[in-house]
């Protein structure tokens, strides 16, 4: 991006602060009006003009004042807004929240869309956490009739997988419940291919019991489909630009779309754990997007689960807001993700 004079950079910063509370054109004369800058009129007007030259920003008719456009909100997002921070109540009221769901991942989804939606002011998109490898935690064999036997895979992060085994000859509860408390020990925390290395040196009960272990392993790393919870879509709607716009209907809904949004997330979202990404009108490689903003992180444990939330909201959202929300309700999922699979 072209470099601005510090004086650009502050009416360029005002430009965007204004814009986004008003969402109208923005004048010298309001500027000067409202901020003590310390430079005539003149110089405010020479100045928008250079920025406007520069394409940051542009003015919609000959006697309206200037908005910004994507590459002004990009300079203003990447050089501009400064680290920011919720503040420390929002911060304890939050984790307040999340700590009451005692371990009750649906709720944390339910509740994050909740709180991004509300502090982040936007509509808000979190999908739930999604294995990247299963990882063994207990298993259990109990005894219906005859030769079938009921085997509970237990899989680090709680899911739970449930098969009915068919055994070659009947065995007994006592001796089933040995050698589940034998896998169980000797698979503890392990991946399916650290698991199916143990088949060939066991016994042929555990190798049956093992082999079908191994083949629930595998259906629960290629689960398809991505759960996704969202909130405040109102939010969006109730915006001027939007109140009779067909793009923004077009946009919520395209992001229900789970082949779409899987689409977009891996694309437009770096794998880093924790990284905000802002992405601005599509990044003119997402049509559907062109007259909004994202701003997204990735949350989780790298090589266990991870999942995805964000805002979505007008590009004259307020993006110091957002990237603060985001930024705190990712690290806050992050941490409680690690707790399911480490305390």
């Not at 982040?120 to 935690?137: C, D």
């Not at 036997?149 to 085994?165: A, F, I, P, S, T």
């Not at 939007?242 to 694309?267: D, N």
Request: one cysteine or more.
């Amino acid at each position: 991006m072209e470099p601005l004079s510090e004086r650009q950079e502050l009416i360029l910063t005002l430009v965007v602060r204004e814009h986004t509370e008003s969402a109208n054109p923005i004048s010298s004369k309001g500027l000067l009006e409202k901020y003590q800058i310390g430079v005539s009129s003149a110089t405010i007007r020479n100045e928008l003009l250079a920025l406007t030259e520069k394409g940051y920003l542009r003015q919609p008719h000959t006697s309206a004042g200037r908005e910004p456009t994507e590459a002004g909100y990009r300079y203003f997002v990447q050089r501009l807004i400064g680290d920011t921070e919720l503040p420390a109540t929002e911060q304890r009221l939050i984790s307040h929240q999340f700590y009451q769901a005692k371990g009750d991942v649906v709720q944390w989804m339910r509740l994050a869309a909740s709180v991004l939606a509300q502090h982040g002011k936007g509509a808000s998109l979190v999908t739930a956490p999604q294995q990247e490898s299963a990882q063994f935690k207990h298993l259990e064999l109990i005894s219906t009739q005859g030769r079938l036997v009921l085997l509970v895979l237990v899989l680090n992060g709680g899911e739970v997988r449930q098969q009915m085994l068919t055994l070659a000859e009947p065995v007994l509860q006592e001796n089933l419940t040995a050698s589940a408390a034998h896998l169980s020990a000797l698979c503890l925390g392990q991946n399916t291919e650290q698991v199916a290395a143990h088949i060939a040196a066991l016994p042929t009960l555990e190798q049956e019991v093992l082999r079908l272990v191994v083949e629930l392993m595998r259906k629960s790393e290629g689960s398809a489909g991505v759960d996704v919870f969202r909130d405040g879509v109102s939010n969006v709607l109730s915006q001027p630009e939007f109140a009779k716009s067909e793009s923004a209907q077009q946009a919520l809904k395209v992001l229900g779309e789970h082949t779409y949004l899987e689409e977009f997330l891996g694309k437009a979202l770096s794998p880093q754990i924790g990284g905000v990404q802002v992405v601005i009108g599509g990044e003119d490689n997402w049509e559907e997007l062109k007259d909004f903003s994202m701003v997204l992180t990735r949350y989780g444990v790298p090589g266990y689960a991870t999942g995805a939330l964000g805002v979505l909201g007008p590009k004259r959202m307020a993006y110091g807001r957002a990237i603060s929300t985001v930024r705190y309700v990712g690290g806050l999922m992050s941490s409680l993700i690690y707790e399911i699979y480490f305390e």
